[in-house]
C-alpha cells in the first residue's frame, strides 16, 4: 500500500497514532501538497457516510478528525503560499435560547473534514447575530440547528429575518437538530435538512452546485 | 372499585392486565412556559401542573427534584451570580473546580445548562475526584412534599437524579466530546472518575431504595451516536447492580429514554431496567414503536410513544387522532405500554390534546387492544 492510501484508511480508521509519520511520508515523497489534502477530505468524506449509515459513532469521528488535525499541523509549512480551494463557505449556529453544541459540532467537524470553511457562530445565535455574520463573512450557506421543540421555531425566525432584511436571496440554509423534522425545516422555509453530519456534507455539497 | 391513576401505571409496570392503557403525560415545558409568560389559558390560571393534567382526565408525572440530595463536606462550596451566569466554585485542599451555568430564558427560568462543565483538563481530576469522595447525600425532604402532592394522581419519576453516574461524568461533569477525548488519552483516569461518580451514586440509590418510592430513575437523556460506544462497558453493569437492589425491594427501575435508540435497543434488554420512558418514535426519531417493542423484550414497560410535535397545530386534529389510533393498535394488545408524550408537551401545543389522548384511549385502548 503507498504511503497516501495507507494514511487514507488510517483517517478512515481513526488511528491517529501514525498519522504524522504517514503525512511526512507522502509530502518527503514529492506527492503535491493539494493532492494530499483532497486525499485526506476523501478520507473524512468516507467517515461521514459510515457515520449516516450507522456503521459509526461520535468516538468514530472524533478520533477521524484528530487525524485531520495532526495531518494539517504536518502539512502547515509544505501549505505556505498554496491556496487550497475551499467547497465553499457556510456559518453554522444554534438557534437562540438553545445552549445545545454536540450536533452542531459534529456537523462543523464533517464540514471542516471534507474542506469546506466553517464559521462556528457557537449556541444561542440571534437572528440578528446571523444576520451580521452573512453580512461579514458572505457565506454561500447558513447552518441552523436547534435540539429542542421550544427553540425549533426560531430556525423560521431565522429565516424571516433573513427575507427582511434582504439577505435570503444570498444564502442557502439548511436546518437540523433532533426534533426537527424535514417536514419542519422545508415549512420553516429552509432549502434543506440534515439529520445527521454526514448527510450535511452531502447536502452541503448539493446546495453549493444548486 | 376504580384503578387510580398510579395504581393503573404500577400494575402495567407489574405485567397485570389492567382496564385500558394508561396515558402518564407530561407537560412541564408548556406549562413553566407559559406560566413565566402569564400566558396560561384563562381557565388554567393559578392551576398547578398536576391540577391540569388531571382536569384533563391523565396520569401526571412529575420529576427534576430528588430523593437524596446532595452536602459537601471538608471544602468550600461559594455560589456567586455573573449575570447571565450563576458560578459555583468548589474549593478543596487539592485545588478548585468550578462551573458556569446559564438559565433557560425561553422554557422559563427553571433550566439551567452547564456553559462551563466541572471537568475542563487533566488537572481537575484529582480535585473532582476529593469533590465526590467528599460529598455525602442525605433524604431529600422536599421528595416527600412531592410524593404527598402528587398523591394518586400520577407518579414522581425521581430516584437517584436526573443521571445514572456514566451519564454524569460524560454530560454533567466532562460534556461529551470532551468525555471521549479523555477517554482516548487517559483511560485509567476516566475510570477512576467513573468509579468515585459510582461511590457516591451507590449511597444516594441506597437513600432511594429505603425511601417511599416505586419507581426509581436511573438515567436519562442518551443518543445512540454517542452512547453506544461504551455503553456496556459502564452503563450496564451499573444499572444491573442497581436493579439487583432495586428488584430485591420490590420496586421498580426506569430509564428517560427518549433520543435516538436504534443501536441502543438491543443493549437496553440487558439491563434489567423495567421502564423505557418517553420512548420517541417516527417522524422525530428512525425507529417504530414495533422496533421499541420487539428489540427491547416484553418484560420492559414502554412509556411514551407519542411524538411532542404531534400535539402542535402544524398536525391537525384528524392527523392527531389517527396517530393515536394507529399508534394504540400498534402496541396491541397494549401490555407493558403506557402511553405518553415524547419527551414533553411542547410551548406552541393545544392543551386540549391531552384530554383527546384520554377520550382515544377510552374508545381504543381498553386492554386487552384486539
Given at each position: ?16 497514532k ?41 468516538p468514530?469521528?472524533m478520533k ?147 | ?121 487533566e488537572?481537575?481530576y ?40 456514566n451519564?454524569?461524568v460524560m454530560?454533567?461533569?466532562m460534556?461529551?466530546?470532551l468525555f471521549y477525548n479523555e477517554y482516548m488519552d487517559r483511560p485509567d483516569k476516566v475510570d477512576e472518575l467513573m468509579t ?33 460506544p461504551v455503553?456496556?462497558e459502564y ?136
Amino acid at each position: 500500500m503507498s504511503n497516501i492510501a495507507e494514511l487514507v484508511q488510517k483517517v478512515i480508521a481513526g488511528d491517529w497514532k501514525d498519522i504524522a509519520r504517514l503525512t511526512q511520508a507522502a509530502v518527503d515523497s514529492g506527492m503535491k501538497t493539494e493532492d494530499i489534502v483532497h486525499q485526506l477530505q476523501g478520507g473524512m468524506e468516507v467517515v461521514g457516510q459510515k457515520y449516516s449509515s450507522g456503521e459509526y459513532f461520535l468516538p468514530n469521528m472524533m478520533k477521524s478528525a484528530r487525524c485531520m488535525t495532526i495531518a494539517f499541523d504536518v502539512l502547515k509549512s509544505a501549505m505556505k503560499g498554496i491556496k487550497i480551494d475551499s467547497l465553499g463557505k457556510i456559518i453554522i449556529g444554534t438557534v437562540k435560547s438553545d445552549m445545545h453544541d454536540i450536533g452542531k459540532n459534529i456537523v462543523v467537524s464533517f464540514l471542516k473534514g471534507v474542506g469546506f470553511e466553517v464559521i462556528d457562530l457557537g449556541t444561542d445565535v440571534s437572528e440578528e447575530k446571523f444576520c451580521e455574520a452573512i453580512k461579514r463573512e458572505k457565506p454561500a450557506l447558513v447552518g441552523l440547528s436547534s435540539l429542542l421543540t421550544t427553540t425549533m421555531y426560531e430556525i423560521g425566525v431565522v429565516i424571516k429575518k433573513l427575507e427582511e432584511t434582504g439577505l435570503r436571496s444570498r444564502v442557502k440554509v439548511i436546518a437540523g437538530g433532533a426534533p426537527v423534522t424535514e417536514n419542519f425545516a422545508k415549512r420553516m422555509g429552509a432549502d434543506a435538512y440534515a439529520s445527521d453530519g454526514g448527510q450535511a456534507v452531502a447536502i452541503c455539497k448539493r446546495l453549493m452546485q444548486a | 372499585m376504580a384503578l387510580t391513576q398510579k395504581q393503573r401505571i404500577l400494575d402495567v409496570v407489574a405485567g397485570k392486565q389492567v382496564d385500558k392503557v394508561p396515558f402518564g403525560a407530561r407537560i412541564d415545558v408548556w406549562y413553566n412556559y407559559h406560566s413565566a409568560h402569564d400566558s396560561l389559558p384563562a381557565k388554567y390560571k393559578g392551576w398547578s401542573s398536576t391540577d391540569i393534567i388531571a382536569d384533563q382526565g391523565a396520569a401526571a408525572q412529575k420529576r427534576f427534584f430528588s430523593v437524596a440530595k446532595e452536602t459537601y463536606h471538608d471544602m468550600e462550596v461559594v455560589k456567586r451570580d455573573e449575570p447571565p451566569y450563576e458560578v459555583t466554585e468548589y474549593v478543596t485542599p487539592l485545588g478548585m473546580c468550578s462551573i458556569k451555568l446559564i438559565w433557560s430564558v425561553n422554557e422559563g427560568p427553571w433550566l439551567a445548562y452547564e456553559h462551563e462543565k466541572l471537568f475542563k483538563s487533566e488537572k481537575d481530576y484529582p480535585v473532582i475526584k476529593y469533590i465526590l469522595e467528599h460529598t455525602i447525600p442525605v433524604f431529600n425532604e422536599e421528595y416527600t412534599k412531592e410524593r404527598k402532592d402528587m398523591g394518586e394522581r400520577g407518579i414522581v419519576m425521581t430516584g437517584t437524579g436526573l443521571w445514572g453516574p456514566n451519564q454524569r461524568v460524560m454530560r454533567e461533569i466532562m460534556g461529551y466530546e470532551l468525555f471521549y477525548n479523555e477517554y482516548m488519552d487517559r483511560p485509567d483516569k476516566v475510570d477512576e472518575l467513573m468509579t468515585a461518580m459510582m461511590d457516591l451514586e451507590r449511597k444516594k440509590l441506597d437513600i432511594c431504595v429505603d425511601a417511599d418510592i416505586e419507581i426509581i430513575n436511573l438515567c436519562a437523556n442518551w443518543s445512540d451516536d454517542i452512547h453506544t460506544p461504551v455503553f456496556k462497558e459502564y452503563f450496564t453493569p451499573w444499572f444491573r447492580e442497581a436493579n439487583e437492589k432495586i428488584h430485591a425491594a420490590g420496586k421498580f427501575s426506569m430509564a428517560h429514554a427518549d433520543g435516538e435508540m436504534r443501536r441502543l435497543i438491543p443493549l437496553y434488554s440487558e439491563t434489567m431496567l423495567d421502564i423505557a420512558e418517553a420512548v420517541t418514535p417516527v417522524p422525530q426519531t428512525k425507529c417504530t414503536m414495533e422496533e421499541f417493542r420487539n428489540g427491547m423484550g416484553k418484560h420492559v414497560t414502554l412509556w411514551g410513544g407519542i411524538p411532542s410535535i404531534m400535539f402542535e397545530s402544524d398536525f391537525s386534529n384528524k392527523e392527531f387522532d389517527d396517530y393515536i389510533i394507529k399508534m394504540l393498535k400498534a402496541m396491541k394488545p397494549g401490555m407493558r405500554f403506557i402511553a405518553g408524550m415524547a419527551d414533553n408537551l411542547p410551548i406552541a401545543a393545544d392543551i386540549n390534546r391531552v384530554g383527546r389522548v384520554v377520550e382515544l384511549i377510552e374508545k381504543y385502548g381498553k386492554l386487552p387492544i384486539i
